[in-house]
Protein backbone atom coordinates (compact mmCIF):
# COMPACT_ATOMS: atom_id res chain seq x y z
CA UNK A 1 0.00 0.00 0.00
CA UNK A 2 1.12 3.80 -0.72
CA UNK A 3 1.59 6.41 1.78
CA UNK A 4 1.05 9.55 0.72
CA UNK A 5 1.11 13.82 1.62
CA UNK A 6 0.03 16.20 -0.57
CA UNK A 7 0.65 20.29 -0.88
CA UNK A 8 0.80 22.74 -3.13
CA UNK A 9 -3.69 23.50 -2.75
CA UNK A 10 -4.24 27.40 -1.75
CA UNK A 11 -6.37 30.01 -2.60
CA UNK A 12 -6.74 31.19 -6.59
CA UNK A 13 -8.63 33.53 -8.95
CA UNK A 14 -10.74 32.13 -11.21
CA UNK A 15 -8.11 31.24 -14.12
CA UNK A 16 -5.09 31.36 -12.16
CA UNK A 17 -3.29 27.75 -11.85
CA UNK A 18 -2.21 25.44 -8.84
CA UNK A 19 0.30 22.77 -8.95
CA UNK A 20 -0.30 20.11 -6.63
CA UNK A 21 2.35 17.91 -5.66
CA UNK A 22 2.11 14.05 -3.68
CA UNK A 23 5.12 12.57 -1.88
CA UNK A 24 4.65 8.67 -1.94
CA UNK A 25 6.49 6.14 0.18
CA UNK A 26 5.59 2.09 0.40
CA UNK A 27 4.91 -0.44 -1.76
CA UNK A 28 6.48 -0.17 -5.23
CA UNK A 29 6.13 3.26 -6.12
CA UNK A 30 7.20 2.78 -10.09
CA UNK A 31 4.47 -0.09 -10.48
CA UNK A 32 1.43 1.35 -9.61
CA UNK A 33 -1.00 3.36 -11.64
CA UNK A 34 -1.37 6.60 -9.21
CA UNK A 35 -4.05 8.96 -9.38
CA UNK A 36 -5.60 12.13 -8.40
CA UNK A 37 -9.34 12.62 -6.55
CA UNK A 38 -11.09 15.03 -5.56
CA UNK A 39 -14.26 15.53 -3.16
CA UNK A 40 -15.71 18.99 -2.48
CA UNK A 41 -18.11 19.47 0.49
CA UNK A 42 -21.46 17.10 0.22
CA UNK A 43 -20.10 15.25 -2.94
CA UNK A 44 -18.37 12.44 -3.21
CA UNK A 45 -14.74 11.39 -4.02
CA UNK A 46 -14.32 11.78 -7.47
CA UNK A 47 -11.24 10.27 -9.83
CA UNK A 48 -9.78 13.65 -11.32
CA UNK A 49 -6.85 12.02 -13.77
CA UNK A 50 -4.74 8.88 -13.45
CA UNK A 51 -1.10 8.35 -14.71
CA UNK A 52 0.05 4.81 -15.64
CA UNK A 53 3.50 3.74 -14.57
CA UNK A 54 3.97 3.71 -18.25
CA UNK A 55 3.63 7.10 -17.93
CA UNK A 56 -0.12 6.97 -20.02
CA UNK A 57 -3.05 9.48 -18.46
CA UNK A 58 -6.44 9.98 -18.67
CA UNK A 59 -8.92 12.79 -17.31
CA UNK A 60 -11.96 13.31 -16.37
CA UNK A 61 -14.14 15.31 -18.77
CA UNK A 62 -14.60 18.28 -16.75
CA UNK A 63 -10.59 18.73 -16.81
CA UNK A 64 -9.74 17.90 -19.66
CA UNK A 65 -7.74 20.42 -21.07
CA UNK A 66 -6.84 22.43 -18.15
CA UNK A 67 -5.20 19.48 -15.88
CA UNK A 68 -1.62 17.49 -16.37
CA UNK A 69 -0.98 15.33 -14.21
CA UNK A 70 2.30 13.48 -14.10
CA UNK A 71 4.98 11.20 -12.10
CA UNK A 72 8.56 11.40 -11.36
CA UNK A 73 9.48 7.37 -10.24
CA UNK A 74 13.14 8.64 -9.06
CA UNK A 75 11.17 10.88 -6.69
CA UNK A 76 8.59 8.79 -6.29
CA UNK A 77 5.69 12.14 -6.51
CA UNK A 78 2.87 12.79 -8.46
CA UNK A 79 2.17 15.99 -9.74
CA UNK A 80 -0.81 17.87 -11.05
CA UNK A 81 -0.88 21.01 -12.79
CA UNK A 82 -4.26 22.82 -12.93
CA UNK A 83 -4.53 25.60 -15.06
CA UNK A 84 -7.54 27.68 -15.99
CA UNK A 85 -9.24 26.90 -12.43
CA UNK A 86 -12.89 27.56 -12.55
CA UNK A 87 -14.74 28.01 -8.91
CA UNK A 88 -16.28 24.14 -9.34
CA UNK A 89 -12.77 23.09 -9.06
CA UNK A 90 -13.02 24.34 -5.27
CA UNK A 91 -12.28 20.96 -3.46
CA UNK A 92 -10.12 18.87 -1.40
CA UNK A 93 -7.93 16.89 -3.48
CA UNK A 94 -6.20 13.42 -2.91
CA UNK A 95 -3.74 11.06 -3.97
CA UNK A 96 -3.64 7.58 -4.22
CA UNK A 97 -3.14 4.41 -6.31
CA UNK A 98 -5.52 4.12 -8.82
CA UNK A 99 -8.91 1.97 -7.71
CA UNK A 100 -7.80 2.91 -3.97
CA UNK A 101 -11.56 2.30 -1.89
CA UNK A 102 -12.86 4.02 0.83
CA UNK A 103 -10.75 1.66 2.88
CA UNK A 104 -7.63 2.16 2.04
CA UNK A 105 -5.14 4.38 3.48
CA UNK A 106 -5.58 7.80 2.60
CA UNK A 107 -3.75 11.44 3.02
CA UNK A 108 -5.06 14.84 4.57
CA UNK A 109 -5.61 15.65 1.22
CA UNK A 110 -4.73 19.60 0.14
CA UNK A 111 -7.56 22.07 -0.14
CA UNK A 112 -7.66 23.98 -3.51
CA UNK A 113 -10.63 27.12 -3.57
CA UNK A 114 -11.40 29.12 -6.87
CA UNK A 115 -12.85 32.05 -6.29
CA UNK A 116 -12.73 35.82 -6.71
Known amino acids: QVHVVESGGGLVHPGGSLRLSCAAS????????MAWYRQAPGNERDLVAH???????NYADSVKGRFTISRDNAKNTVYLQMNSLKPEDTAVYYC??????????WGQGTQVTVSS
Open 51 to 57: VTSGGNT
Open 26 to 33: GSIFSMNA
Open 96 to 105: NELGASTTDY
